[in-house]
């Protein structure tokens, strides 16, 4: 019997090795996969213009050059301003989207709250009709007045229903017992969720935090339609303005619309550029992934309840 055991033992660790193998070298497959293409507009950053042109891009650099980096940032103070633009938006509308869907969910999470029905299909239903863009764009311009402001940057982010859902399933799993042991303790509401849930869906925090957060990162969309005043632009806008202004230059020689001085003037990088655009914006919001992955593979209630 014990020779038995021991044998079923050895196999079972030789099937978790072979698993873990199979399983790291899959995973690692995937990774590199994912890994290619970025290494490849890296890569096209740091490489001359006419060697893109003629052999296309590559995982190492071609004619080393940093002319596409230089061209981004010929003026530093404008693509400083537009980082700071995008930064504040990104951090002040993080906070505020988290604390009000937050209290949301918690909300329509309690059991003892008599329209929390009502009120999930009330937000629910804003998923599968809204305004439109013309009423949106009147109500943003016309009634609040907010064309040239950083609302009207913050407020279309702050609140998503799908985020909302999130939350809400996370507050939703916490043991009844938690709350009830808090109110019994002399906790208020404000209290319990600030001391008692909170602690608890750090999971959810970070997974809608990071959601939010490449939302506001990302957005160029609303500022294309409120914000005229290129001091406000954020950053994501203003690399955007910068690619069709040198796609209309290019355009604009190709047609021999433009001298030869102004010509030589606009011979400026296009597909690095765009290369070296997209590291400018991606950098940041890379490096600050890490910070919350952790926090992805956590269980809610880990040590909250013991028998």
């Not at 021991?6 to 698993?19: E, F, P, S, T, Y």
């Not at 005043?229 to 955007?240: G, H, I, R, T, V």
């Not at 030589?264 to 590291?279: G, V």
Request: glycine letters at 6%.
């Amino acid at each position: 019997m014990a020779n038995n055991d021991h044998l079923g033992k050895v196999k079972k660790g030789k099937d978790v090795i072979a698993l873990n193998i199979i399983a790291y070298a899959f995973t690692g497959l995937l990774a590199l996969l994912c890994l290619i293409p970025f290494l490849m507009v890296l890569s096209g950053s740091f490489s001359s213009e006419e060697a893109i042109t003629n052999n296309g891009f590559s995982l190492l650099p071609q004619d080393f050059s940093v002319e596409a980096y230089k061209t981004v940032f010929k003026e530093p103070i404008v693509v400083f301003r537009a980082y700071a633009t995008t930064i504040g938006l990104t951090v002040i509308g993080t906070a505020i989207g988290l604390l009000v869907q937050t209290m949301t969910a918690y909300v329509l999470a309690r059991k003892d709250f008599e329209w929390r029905n009502a009120f999930s299909f009330f937000f629910y239903f804003t998923t599968l009709f809204s305004g439109g863009l013309v009423p949106t764009y009147v109500l943003y311009t016309q009634t609040l007045g907010l064309r040239n402001n950083y609302l009207a940057l913050l407020l279309p982010l702050v609140f998503s229903v799908y985020n909302l859902l999130v939350m809400k399933s996370y507050i939703t799993s916490i043991p009844d017992s938690l709350v009830d042991a808090a109110k019994i303790d002399g906790c208020g509401e404000i209290r319990t969720l600030f001391q008692v849930v909170l602690p608890l869906i750090q999971p959810a925090l970070a997974t809608v935090g990071l959601f939010i957060a490449l939302a506001y990162w990302n957005d160029w969309y609303n500022a294309m339609l409120y914000i005229n005043n290129e001091k406000m632009y954020p950053l994501q806008y203003f690399l955007y303005q910068q690619v069709n202004n040198i796609e209309a230059y290019k355009k604009l020689i190709s047609t021999n619309a433009v001298s030869s001085a102004v010509v030589s003037a606009l011979s400026m990088p296009t597909q690095t550029l765009k290369m070296a655009l997209t590291i400018v914006v991606t950098g940041p919001i890379i490096l600050a992934f890490p910070m919350v992955q952790k926090y992805f593979v956590q269980g809610i209630t880990i040590g909250a309840v013991k028998g």
